[in-house]
C-alpha cells in the first residue's frame, strides 16, 4: 500500500512511495505527529540520481523489518534535495559540523522541534568498515530518546546554538579590485594540475566557474597562464571519460585525478554550465574541439533532458539494467573489446579500441572501459571513425536507458536558457535560442505566479508546492538576460527584472549587502540558510550579483548595480582565499571590473544583414560580462536603445562603460576590436 508519498510531484520521493516505511513529505504536520506521539523524527535526504541513496532504500528502507521499527519508533520524513536545497542546506551545515564531513544520503535525527541531535550518511544493513548497521543506529537513538531525553535537549539546543552562531566571514560592501583578482589567479595556479588539467585531486569534478573566470579574466588583462589553464583543463576533460564520446554531455565527477573513470550521473547543471564554458573557450580561441563540446553537449540536453512541456529535466541516473535484471553503475555507458566486436566486426572493433582506449583488462569494472580519447601519434580516417562512432551509438540506444529525474528544477533551467540561447547564436543553430526560448516560456507560464514569485521545481508542467530559493531568482534571471541579448525581445529583459526587484525585496540583508538563500517571508528553519560559496552550481549569492550587474547595465538602475558590489563584498574576503570554491563570484567580479560594457546595435529591423553581422560580432565579443542590446532605431525594446540613431541611414553599433561612450560604429570589425581591448 503506498505512503504519504505517493501523492508528490518529486520523482525522488515517488521512488520511497511503496516502501513499507510510513514517510512523510517535509510538512508542518509531520512535526505535529512527532509531537502528538512523543517520538522522533528520522530525517532523510536524498535526490534521484543519487547511487548511495538508492543502495540504502534498497537494504533498508524496503525491508520490512526494519521499516516496522521505524515506523513504531519514529516519524520519518523523506526530502528530495534538490526539491528543499534549504532543508538540506540548514541540516547538512550541522552535519559538516559535528562529524567533518556530509553527502547524500543524509541521516539526521531531530526533535519535534526540527532540532537535530544526531547524524550521519549512509547506514549499511550490517556492521562493516567500521561503520555501525543502520538497525543498530536506530536502536541507539531510540535508547536515547527513551532513557535520556535531558542529554538529547541539551545535544540539540547546543548544536541549534552554534549554527546560529556560525556567521560568515563577509568582506564588507566593496568589491574586490586588481589586487584581490590577482591573488585569486595565484592561488589557482597553486592549486592547479598541470599533467592532468583541473584543480586538486580525485576526486576530480569540472571546474566550470572557475574556467569562466579563468577566461573573462584573460580577455580583460591578457593574462596567457590564465588561458592556458582553462584550455588545457577543457581538452583533458573533453577527452576524458567524464566526457560521454559518443552521445555528448559530461557525467557529474571523475572518481581519480585523470578524468577516465566518472562518476555515471548527468546533471543538467553541470552540462548546461559546461556547454556554456566550451562556447565561451570557442569565442576567445576558435577551438576545433571547444565548439564541437558545446554543440554535442548542447544537443545532448535537448535531446535527453528536455520535457514534453519544453522544460529541462534535472538528471539521468548513473545506474542502469546491465542486462540482466542488475542495476550497474556506469552499464549504459561502457564497453569491453567482446562488445565491441559485436557491434561493429574485429576490423573496425580493432580501429574502435584504439581510438576509443578501449583495453583487454579494461579501464572500469570487470573488464570493461570508459571510452575516452587519448592522445596518440596515430591518424585516423575521420569518416571510418564517424561510422564507427554512429554503429555504437546505435548499439548503445538499444541498451536499457539510465533513469531520468522529470523534476524541472528553475535554477538549472535559468543555466540551460543561457548556454542553449547563446551556443545558438555563436553557431548560427536557430533550434537552440528556440530550445531556450521554449524553457524559457515553461517558467512564465508555470513557474511564475502572479507576482512574478517563482516555485522551485515543477514536473509535467504543473507547479511544486515549494518556494524558489536565492539561486532560482539569480540563475533564471541571468538565463533571461542571456536570452534578451540573443532575440533582441525586451520582454525577457522585463522579466528579469521582476525576479530581481524580488531578489532586492525580499533577499537582501539592507544593513550589510549580504544575501540570504531564502527569502525573508520562506518558511522558518531553525537557521536561515546563507552560502556564498559556489559548489556544483553557482551559489545563489553569487548568481544573483552577476544577475543583478547585467540589469544594471542594461537599465542603468542604481539600486541594482549598487547592490551586485556590495554582494561582491564576500569575494574580496574569499577569493584570495578559496578561489576555487568562489569562481562565479569571481567572474562577476572580472565583469565589474570591465564595466561591464554597454552594446546597442540598431538597424532597420532585426532580420536586416547588416544589422544582423553587427548583432552577431556583439554577442562574440569576449569583454567580460558585457550585455547586448538589439532592436529598430529610436525602439523602446531596450533602454540602450534609446537615443540610438542609424547613422547615414546604415546598421550602427554603440559601445559604452562607465558612463562614457565610445564613437558609433557601422564597421564589425571596429566594433569587434572594441569589445576585445
Known sequence: MPNRLAHETSPYLLQHADNPVDWWPWSEEAFEEARRSDRPVLLSIGYSSCHWCHVMAHESFEDEATADFLNTHFVNVKVD????????????????????????PMTVFLTPEAEPFYFGTYFPPAPRHGMPSFRQVLEGVRSAWTDRRDEVAEVAGKIVRDLAGREISYGGTEAPGEQELAQALLGLTREYDPQRGGFGGAPKFPASMVIEFLLRHHARTGAEGALQMAQDTCERMARGGIYDQLGGGFARYSVDRDWVVPHFEKMLYDNALLCRV?????????????RRVALETADFMVRELRTEQGGFASALDADSDDGTGRHVEGAYYVWTPEQLREALGDDDAELAARYFGVTQEGTFEEGASVLQLPQRDEVFDAERVASVRARLLERRAARPAPGRDDKVVAAWNGLAIAALAETGAYFER?????????????????????????ARTSKDGKAGANAGVLEDYGDVAEGFLALASVTGEGVWLDFAGFLLDHVLARFVDEGSGALFDTAADAERLIRRPQDPTDNAVPSGWSAAAGALLGYAAHTGSEPHRRAAERALGV????????PRFIGWGLAVAEALLDGPREVAVVGPSLSDEATKTLHRTALLGTAPGA???VGAAESDEFPLLADRPLQQGAPAAYVCRNFTCDAPTTDPERLREALSS
Open 627 to 629: 550585455v547586448v542590446a
Open 81 to 104: 534535495r534538490e526539491e528543499r536545497p534549504d532543508v538540506d542546506a540548514v541540516y547538512m551545515e550541522a552535519v559538516q559540523a559535528a562529524t567533518g564531513q556530509g553527502g547524500w
Open 278 to 290: 566550451y562556447a565561451h573557450l570557442w569565442r576567445a580561441t576558435g577551438s576545433d574541439l571547444a
Open 430 to 454: 536557430p533550434d537552440l535560442v528556440e530550445a531556450a526560448v521554449g524553457a524559457a516560456d515553461l517558467l512564465v507560464r508555470v513557474h511564475f505566479d502572479d507576482q512574478a514569485r517563482l
Open 571 to 578: 569575494v574580496e574576503a574569499l577569493g584570495p582565499r578559496v
